[in-house]
């Protein structure tokens, strides 16, 4: 929920109704942020912040001994029931509920540490038989835990070495990864300054520059070959998505950790709420530190406020005081020598000059909106709020909800230490008077931090990214599925300079990352994707993106040849930037914000653009739609190109009137657009329908529905339209999932019930389904994917990823070892060298090749 719930977002457009003439032209004339900000002040009492309250009870936080009473007996039914990943969350769930002096929180624990040993998490079990102990569990009951105790020590092959050893937190020192066969350390000038750990760098091989109409942007000063890593950043800052499912019946929000993202099945509570959970003490303690000791008292009004406001006040929070004051400073000198705008911003180069054909001298002399900051909170703050673009009611709403917020905090207690770090304030809109009242003082410090609450709200409404999780769905198919899970929203200082392109020369690669924790590899955590812009209420992103500016998976590691390396990163999830294709010296490094030119047509790309990023764009790929004329602007002419004439099933072209005629003169056969509409709307339903039943398990009913749509599809479509892959690879999931299932145990033999490639020696086979009948599918889905993304999209990589394995498993070398270097090419483009899939794809082609 990114916007405030709809009651409240009621409440303030029923104030901003009431507004005075007068009160409502004063208001839209405000081109200060700090003067919004107070007018939305003056303008709340005491009636908002108790209806924020109120409506906040439908998101409750508190700690409830009842419902983690129930947590814990539904646990035990799953238990009973032998599914025990669903106990273990519940248990979870019953843990966060109970409050520290319970006896439910002990018994929580044990029985979570009963689910976790039959799912061979043994490290993990033994830490909650710790925390069942050390929070009283019966001790009539002890011996239970104790004979658990030795079964996991005998299962761990280190018995109690490591065990007892504290988990690293925020701000460890990691001196360097390996890098392939080199190791390699990022400058000192890249350290975080919170610790030691770099939190971004660019490749060399980039620089900064700026100038008036495109403001800070990357550009190659060499050339950059296609699959190079170019950025490495982690975000500035991160907040979980409540209520997204995470797969099955429990949310995001349950699954997992609330700071550093990661999956966690043994979750640790925040001992003050039953909300935030964490995988990790490190992880705890760092967001307790960081944002939480001041967000927990107000957890339920924080989710009633939405996403982006939560967002924007945790940035604050994590700059504390003393940066909060540094970037609201005039502009310093040393600022100006160390990162110079247009010069490279790697160690070495400050004195670079800039271009002169890029910067424009004026802005370069005064405004930090046009330097590179890396990855300091400068960075984060001078990103453009754009307050003129935003509606006058946009810019209200959020101006009333900042400012109850902010008399809501007044009302839980002084700042948090984090607010506070950095020494004494010296900023005249909150100097308090000698022997003022300490809550006197806090309330003037929270007009600075509702000010700048309200900036980064603003900013965020154009340089949110919204993080997504690819999770396997675990059916029983040779043919992937996975579904897309949008998980968490963050902001990240130097990705936000990037900019857009409707055809994109970069791959976006997120991962995440444990507080002070070495960069893990991919098996170890989630795989991540991204919509590189954040939807904000407006439609810009309206369903799940796989175009070639959102890369899917990829190891974290940056590959041998890469030039950056970061070797550390805060509990946050971090985004690798590879180049997608080659990249020229002079060149812009760009991403795409969403509306990719694969899916839709000019004039509802620019649209979109334009409502919420306030730009017209004029991308290469828009320039050259814009020459196709009339028909390419609106995205008919791509659409007609796919269509067949239904007499002679030859080419149409767009007529005039709403019509499509075919090209050949010997027919000249009309039909119209309505028509044609309405049947793509019914094989449309008849595929939904087809996935329905084959998700039900009734795969041969899919198939020959599929077939029916696809039969009637032909009449009228080719080969390459979009609705034809997803009939095709429809179909080929239904083909993989009929037949029976046969376990084995074999030598030599590399398939899994996903076809996933374990060893060479002992593996598990599954024959499930009509392998070639499958593969043949998708090798149809396979043109049309292509004929979309490109030849060197990631979304092809991953059909040929797929088509790879169903050769595989149907015994077909030929056709197998045919695949695999395409589909090991795009991946290792897209995702580096050393992602899990090109290492399948590796281990397929040894196992094959062995056996010929």
Not at 223 to 245: F, K, N, Q, T
Request: charge should be neutral; include cysteine.
């Amino acid at each position: 929920m990114d916007l405030p719930c709809f009651e409240w977002q009621q409440h303030v457009k029923q104030k901003w109704n009431r507004l005075t003439p007068d009160q409502n032209k004063h208001f839209v004339s405000l081109l200060d942020i700090d003067e919004v900000f107070d007018f939305g002040l003056s303008q709340v009492s005491k009636e908002d912040t108790d209806f924020l309250s109120s409506i906040s009870k439908r998101y409750p936080v508190q700690k409830d001994l009842e419902q983690a009473t129930r947590c814990k007996e539904k646990g035990n039914a799953n238990f009973k029931a032998r599914d025990y990943t669903a106990a273990a969350l519940l248990y979870s769930q019953g843990v966060c509920h109970a409050s520290q002096s319970s006896e439910q929180l002990s018994l929580c624990y044990a029985n979570r540490s009963a689910a976790l040993f039959h799912l061979q998490l043994y490290k993990e079990c033994l830490c909650d038989i710790d925390r069942a102990l050390k929070h009283g569990y019966p001790s009539h009951l002890q011996h239970k835990l104790q004979g658990r105790r030795t079964q996991c020590l005998n299962h761990l092959p280190d018995r109690l070495e490591g065990l007892n050893q504290p988990k690293q937190g925020a701000g460890v020192k990691v001196e360097g990864v390996s890098s392939g066969n080199r190791e390699a350390k990022l400058p000192d000038s890249h350290q975080h300054r919170y610790g030691s750990a770099p939190v971004s760098c660019l490749s060399p091989h980039v620089s900064v520059c700026f100038s008036p109409g495109k403001g800070r942007h990357l550009v190659a000063n060499e050339g950059i070959a296609a699959g190079e890593a170019i950025v490495e950043d982690c975000a500035y800052s991160c907040v979980l998505i409540p209520g997204m499912e995470g797969g099955g019946s429990f949310g995001t929000e349950e699954r997992l950790c609330h700071l550093c993202l990661g999956g966690t099945l043994g979750s640790l509570p925040c001992e003050g709420c039953s909300y935030a959970r964490y995988c990790s003490e490190g992880c705890r303690h760092a967001a307790w530190e960081s944002h939480h000791r001041l967000e927990c008292p107000v957890g339920a009004e924080l989710r009633a406020a939405g996403v982006m406001s939560q967002l924007a006040l945790r940035m604050c929070l994590k700059a504390g005081l003393k940066e909060v004051l540094k970037a609201r400073e005039p502009t310093r000198d040393e600022d100006r020598v160390h990162k110079p705008v247009g010069g490279k911003v790697r160690p070495g180069n400050a004195g670079s000059k800039a271009d002169a054909e890029n910067v424009a001298p004026e802005e370069d002399s005064g405004a930090p909106s046009a330097r590179y900051h890396g990855d300091s909170y400068l960075s984060i703050y001078h990103l453009l709020p754009h307050l003129s673009g935003h509606t006058p009611s946009m810019r209200y709403l959020w101006s009333i909800t900042v400012a109850t917020l902010c008399l809501r905090l007044c009302q839980v207690g002084p700042p948090p230490t984090s607010w506070e770090r950095g020494g004494a304030c010296d900023n005249k809109r909150f100097q308090g008077q000698a022997g003022e009242e300490e809550s006197g003082v806090w309330i003037q410090k929270l007009s600075l931090l509702g000010s700048v609450v309200l900036r980064h709200l603003l900013q965020l409404q154009c340089n949110a990214q919204a993080v997504s999780l690819l999770r396997d769905t675990g059916e029983l198919t040779a043919v992937q599925t996975s579904q897309e899970v949008r998980i968490a929203t963050a902001v990240f200082p130097t990705l936000s300079i990037l900019n857009h392109s409707c055809y994109p020369n970069t791959s976006l690669i997120f991962r995440t990352a444990q507080p002070g924790s070495p960069k893990p590899r991919l098996d170890s955590g989630s795989a991540l994707i991204t919509e590189p812009r954040l939807d904000s209420g407006s439609g810009l992103i309206t369903e799940p993106r796989l175009d070639p500016g959102s890369a899917l998976i990829t190891d974290p590691r940056l590959d041998s040849g890469s030039a950056l390396t970061c070797s550390m990163c805060p509990a946050w999830v971090s985004v690798t930037v590879r180049a997608s294709r080659d990249i020229a010296p002079g060149q812009e490094v760009l991403h795409c914000y969403g509306p990719h030119s694969s899916r839709m047509g000019l004039c509802e790309r620019r649209r979109l653009l334009q409502e919420q990023y306030h730009f017209l764009c004029v991308c290469q790929a828009c320039c050259l739609e814009q020459g196709e004329g009339p028909g390419g602007g609106g995205g008919v002419a791509t659409t007609v190109a796919h269509l067949l004439c239904g007499r002679c099933q030859g080419p149409v072209k767009p007529g005039s009137e709403g019509w499509c005629v075919c090209k050949r003169s010997s027919c000249a056969h009309r039909a119209s657009r309505s028509e044609l509409d309405q049947k793509l709307r019914e094989v449309k339903v008849q595929l939904e329908q087809a996935v329905d039943l084959l998700e039900t398990e009734k795969p041969d009913q899919s198939v020959r529905m599929l077939q029916r749509a696809t039969s009637e599809a032909d009449l009228f479509l080719t080969e390459t339209h979009p609705l034809q892959g997803q009939l095709a690879d429809a179909t080929s999931r239904a083909y993989a999932t009929m037949g029976e299932v046969c376990v084995c145990v074999c030598m030599d033999t590399s398939f899994t019930k996903e076809l996933t490639v374990l060893t060479l020696s002992f593996c598990v086979c599954v024959c499930v389904g009509d392998w070639r009948a499958a593969a043949t599918q998708l090798e149809r889905s396979v043109v049309a994917i292509c004929s979309q993304y490109g030849e060197d999209s990631i979304e092809l990589g991953r059909q040929l990823f797929k088509l790879a394995q169903l050769h595989f498993n149907g015994g077909s070398p030929g056709p197998s070892l045919s695949v695999i270097p395409r589909a090991r090419r795009l991946l290792s483009l897209h995702c580096g060298p050393h992602c899990p899939e090109v290492q399948e794809l590796q281990a397929m082609e040894d196992c094959l090749q062995g056996a010929l």
